[in-house]
């Protein structure tokens, strides 16, 4: 079987770390992730939103459409986090070619793949030339794992170009709001074009399994119906609601993520790593040396994200100031 169909492998999976370096869970500091290590401050759920199924007109789409000021011809729909949505996307095209600009949150090209589509990982600057050849398109922007931010301008040449050939851009913005970079969700109720987000990431929500899509309004309907009634559960709209609609803390949620990328990077380039990458939640590090340097701050309860092609470490961000000093003599002793 191969490592595709098998499952991915992805941060977070602090159990593992456990068993495998023999250091208990809670000793743990975990940067092998991209969420933010502030949450949102969920509120107190009341008691019926436990008890009663969710409904669709409970005023989460009028909040979800002001939050990414879409116009009234978009579709916007919940989904219980980006990945359902990105997961069942290919059964909604007959079998066709699809292009994954990679390296990239390989869950698109596996469900492309597993859907039957013919896939093609592309690097950023073969797309062009690869366009003639695909129908769909797949960018994660910014990228995750590298950070890579995709101009706007680019996205939209690419999209022009597809939908002419009757194809589609997905456009996965699971760590836009944690950058400087421009959604193309207010455009997305242009046909071929398809914006999912996620509250995993930015809003530091993954556990609640809640995000969105952004369509057309035919193709959202797809997605509603492949998905099935109640896919998100009646807590997770609610809490969903009071996020987006909590400016406030969005505004210094942003502040607070951009000094700590900023602090991250110090760190790392002191310690002659070179931090790239457009978004605050992570630091990307092209490192010849990743796995000695990932086993060595595994042996310190140190979890980060390695990547072997090309071979570099992830760096999520410390969220104390005791976790910030004990990545900083981890960090030390490598040098
Ligand atoms: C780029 C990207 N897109 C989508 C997802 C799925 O996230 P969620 O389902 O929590 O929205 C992830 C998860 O790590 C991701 O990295």
Redesign the pocket.
């Known amino acids: 079987m191969s490592r595709l169909s098998q499952g991915l492998t992805?941060?977070g999976r602090l159990n593992q770390a456990a068993r495998q370096w023999g250091i208990p869970r809670r000793d743990w500091l975990d940067l092998s992730?991209?969420?933010s290590p502030y949450g949102y401050p969920v509120p107190t759920i009341p008691g019926a939103v436990w008890q009663r199924l969710p409904e669709d007109d409970d005023g989460l789409d009028a909040v979800a459409r002001e939050w990414l000021r879409l116009p009234a011809g978009a579709g916007c729909l919940p989904?219980?986090?980006?990945?359902?949505?990105?997961q069942t996307l290919p059964a909604l095209r007959p079998r066709c070619r699809v292009g994954v600009v990679s390296p990239?949150?390989a869950?698109?090209a596996r469900a492309w793949q597993q859907a039957g589509h013919d896939v093609m990982v592309l690097a950023a600057d073969a797309v062009e030339a690869a366009l003639p050849r695909l129908d769909v398109l797949v960018c994660?922007n910014p990228?995750?794992?590298t950070g890579a931010l995709l101009p706007a301008e680019t996205l939209r040449r690419w999209h022009q170009r597809l939908t002419k050939q009757g194809g589609w851009l997905v456009v996965?913005e699971?760590?836009l709001d944690a950058s400087n970079g421009v959604s193309l969700a207010a455009e997305a109720h242009q046909s071929g074009l398809i914006v999912?987000?996620?509250?995993?990431?930015f809003f530091g929500l993954?556990g609640l399994?809640?995000?969105l899509m952004v369509a057309e309004p035919m193709l959202c309907l797809a997605m509603q119906t492949a998905l099935g009634p109640w896919a998100m559960s009646h807590p997770a709209r609610y809490v969903m609601t009071q996020a987006l609609q909590d400016q406030a803390w969005q505004q210094q949620q942003r502040e607070q993520l951009r000094r700590d990328r900023q602090r991250l990077d110090n760190l790392l380039v002191a310690a002659s790593l070179t931090p790239k990458g457009a978004s605050d939640l992570f630091a990307w590090c092209p490192d010849g040396q990743a796995p000695q340097r990932f086993e060595a701050l595994a042996r310190q309860g140190i979890l980060v994200r390695y990547f072997t092609e090309p071979a570099a470490l992830r760096f999520g961000l410390p969220g104390s100031e005791s976790q910030w000093d004990r990545l900083q003599s981890a960090i030390s002793a490598l040098v």
Request: net charge positive; proline share 6%.
């Open positions: 992805h941060g992730t991209g969420i989904v219980a986090g980006s990945q359902p949505a990105l990239a949150y869950e698109h994660v990228n995750n794992p996965d699971a760590f999912l987000r996620s509250l995993g990431k993954a399994r809640a995000g």
